[in-house]
């Protein structure tokens, strides 16, 4: 301790002159002046007894120093001046004359060199300053240049993105779209074609076909236009205290039961788990789960729901899990993008939008929780949501 001390101690001792670099003018006048008395206080108290004026070095080092070649010559004149009159008041008789001149010669010299030596010193040290400085400036150009690369690369990444989400979207609309538009186009033909040598049994048919049809366009259109809303205008939640055991079995209760029939599912609860959402989202939210499970799992599988909370004031964790096909790991970052799909799912029998997960991630964040996948990727194993949901704290009461 005491050893980092005196080192801290000399470098303020050895970088106290370069300080001096960053005054301003008055203060490097009243130092300069400062230096002046001192030097013509050591000249008169300590030059009769001792013959030796080199008191006065200290403000040829400080005007040397602080002004440079300009403040040497100024000082030299000066000090020539402030001498002869100590000399002409204080000194006269005391040293021959000739004496007196000898030393103010070898005093002048002394000073003019001891002087050009403080000259060359602080010009050097101005320019490895300056050296610096432009060192400096050419590596902040260089990282501002590389800044702008990275930002540069980032937007190109971010723009390709866009447009392969872009791509990806109008893929889905046209498979989309390609099935009802086909089958209300071939219903409505064969109604204008065959229409007066149609019974009205197949009439019927063919107008069912096209009335389902246009059910499934407009339903596509919803769709669309729900995830339009969600992006521009997230809705605000009106969060509660919800049993989200309850609310999950109500969940179940009204799908349709042929689905239900279809899978083994399980569900592992504690009693009273209380959570501060918005009954309406976390409703939209296990639909959309549980839509995505019927329509890509395979039937006659089981499916896992455990709710866990390690203490009441901790989030609240669902855990969803299936025994489907997976996920491939490539593609679980992009899973609640907008308009995303699985490659695999694009030329399927199944459609999508690829609208629920990202409707599902909105709605749980603007209920202050998170949601994500788990999957290996692997045939068989499966996919895991997961949920946290942010408990039914008096705190939570209290906010809301």
């Not at 366009?217 to 509660?240: K, N, Q, S």
Request: glycine share 8%; with cysteine; hydrophobic share 45%.
């Amino acid at each position: 301790m005491y050893l980092d001390r005196v080192h801290s101690a000399l470098r303020q001792v050895r970088t106290f002159p370069l300080i001096w670099l960053h005054l301003s003018f008055r203060s490097q006048l009243l130092l300069l002046t400062l230096s002046y008395g001192l030097g013509i206080t050591g000249l008169w108290l300590f030059f009769p007894p001792t013959h030796n004026g080199a008191t006065m070095f200290l403000p040829i080092i400080i005007a040397s120093w602080l002004f440079r070649y300009r403040g040497l010559l100024i000082n030299l004149i000066l000090c020539g001046i402030i001498f002869q009159l100590v000399y002409i008041f204080l000194l006269r008789g005391m040293l021959p004359d000739s004496a007196f001149q000898e030393g103010g010669i070898i005093g002048f010299a002394t000073s003019l060199v001891l002087g050009l030596v403080v000259c060359w010193l602080r010009t050097t040290i101005d320019q490895v300053h300056l050296a610096r400085q432009q060192v400096l400036a050419a590596e902040q150009e260089r990282l501002l240049i590389v800044l702008r690369e990275r930002q540069a690369a980032l937007a190109y990444k971010q723009q390709c993105k866009i447009n392969a989400l872009k791509d990806q979207f109008l893929l889905n609309v046209s498979h989309e779209l390609r099935t009802p538009l086909t089958v209300l186009r071939g219903s409505l033909e064969l109604l204008r074609e065959l229409d007066q040598r149609l019974d009205p049994a197949k009439r019927a048919h063919l107008l069912g076909e096209a009335l389902a049809s246009q059910e499934e366009l407009v339903d596509l259109v919803d769709r669309v236009l729900d995830a339009t809303r969600v992006v521009g205008d997230i809705p605000r939640a009106r969060p509660g205290a919800v049993n989200v055991g309850h609310l999950l079995q109500e969940v179940l209760a009204h799908l349709d039961p042929q689905d239900r029939a279809a899978y083994t599912i399980s569900v592992r609860t504690p009693d009273q788990v209380l959570v501060w959402v918005d009954p309406h989202f976390l409703r939209q939210v296990l639909r959309n789960l549980f839509s995505n499970i019927f329509k890509y799992v395979p039937t006659q599988t089981a499916i896992s729901i455990d709710i866990t909370q390690a203490d009441p004031t901790s989030q609240v964790c669902l855990h969803m899990q299936d025994e489907g096909p997976g996920i491939p790991t490539d593609e679980l970052p992009l899973l609640f993008e907008k308009f995303v799909r699985l490659r695999r799912d694009l030329t399927g029998p199944i459609r999508g939008t690829g609208l629920g997960l990202y409707i599902c991630k909105q709605l749980i964040e603007a209920m202050g929780g998170r949601i994500w996948v788990e999957s290996s990727g692997r045939v068989g194993e499966g996919s895991c949501f997961c949920l946290t949901l942010p408990p039914a704290s008096p705190l939570n009461a209290r906010e809301g």
